[in-house]
């Protein structure tokens, strides 16, 4: 029952959940919880199929006429059967390489995001303009460009860039805004967030991931950073300075302010975040990880454990 549940759970979580949320509005009045349900959602499909795969195969350790699980996993192929015992087998090495492919989108995300990051910050410092920048605040880089574009390079050497077109298109309102935009993205490390659901959808397979979640993380980082900027500059001048920089294009591994224009500016003209769906939204975070653990894992793990002991 133990791995139907875990099953059950990680195909929801996977595919139907994320699509019903995806096309859920009430996100953009509460980004901060919806981003938190989101992240959620995410540690418990995983959990889950870790799970399922786990408490299938723990039927290995089932114990013997001598009533002690067996301590070898060929000891059981006279109790279960030559097809059951390769059917426990078979879930145990898969989910192994479930782990070992989590494992190794996590570091393919980082490596790869990490050195077009740093190739593109090389190139940015060799070209770009020096422009002053408060204290504390990432380095500035100008590229001669025409075109109004604004985005930042996270990590350890952040750098905020914007360009020619951008100075000269936005006033001194509009500069401000997109600037504390740029700015939230890096003081909150919104990379970080965006990678771990960048390896968690490689990881899954194709027949059960859903782009959902990674197209909804990306406007509710968007969304908190327009937020930052509003309680700084206020919503018009950043409504303004986002319609200037849609078309501005953002390289891979950037964050930049001209994606998801449409929904944001109008977020901005119609929208204010709600209290009452955040408290929902948290509530739900903590049922979808906690509930299950407690009505599931727990006790299996107490049968895991007195199988275990001598």
Not at 59 to 68: F, H, I, K, Q, V
Not at 72 to 101: K, N, S
Not at 124 to 148: C, K, M, N, W, Y
């Amino acid at each position: 029952m133990s791995a139907l549940a875990f099953t059950l759970l990680a195909l929801l979580l996977a595919a139907p959940v994320p699509a019903l949320l995806a096309r859920s509005r009430w996100p953009l009045r509460a980004p901060r919880a919806a981003l938190v349900l989101w992240q959620a959602i995410a540690v418990a499909a995983v959990l889950s199929a870790f799970s399922a795969g786990i408490a299938t195969a723990s039927r290995l350790l089932m114990p013997g006429p001598d009533g002690r699980p067996t301590a070898t996993l060929a000891g059981d192929i006279g109790r279960l059967g030559w097809p059951l015992w390769f059917f426990y087998v078979t879930v145990l090495v898969l989910t192994v390489l479930v782990g070992a492919r989590l494992v190794v989108a996590v570091l393919q995300v980082m490596i790869g995001t990490r050195r077009r990051r740093a190739r593109h910050r090389m190139l940015v410092d060799l070209v770009g303009g020096v422009s002053p920048a408060p204290r504390g605040h990432p380095p500035l880089r100008v590229l001669q460009v025409p075109e109004p574009l604004a985005y930042c390079l996270p990590g350890v050497r952040a750098r905020v860039v914007l360009s020619d077109g951008t100075l000269t298109r936005l006033d001194d309102d509009e500069l401000a805004a997109i600037l504390s935009h740029e700015r939230a993205h890096l003081r909150a490390r919104h990379d970080l967030v965006l990678e771990a659901f960048t390896a968690v959808h490689a990881a899954f397979p194709r027949v059960v991931r859903s782009a959902h979640a990674l197209d909804a993380v990306r406007l509710l980082i968007e969304l908190l950073a327009d937020d930052a900027a509003v309680r700084t500059s206020g919503r018009r001048p950043l409504g303004r300075a986002l319609v200037a920089c849609a078309a501005g294009p953002v390289p891979a591994g950037a964050l930049g302010a001209g994606t998801h224009t449409v929904v944001r500016v109008r977020r901005l003209a119609r929208h204010t975040n709600s209290r009452t769906l955040a408290v929902l939204a948290y509530a739900a975070a903590a049922a979808i990880v906690g509930v299950p653990t407690v009505a599931v894992a727990v006790p299996w793990l107490f049968e895991l454990q007195r199988l275990m002991l001598p």
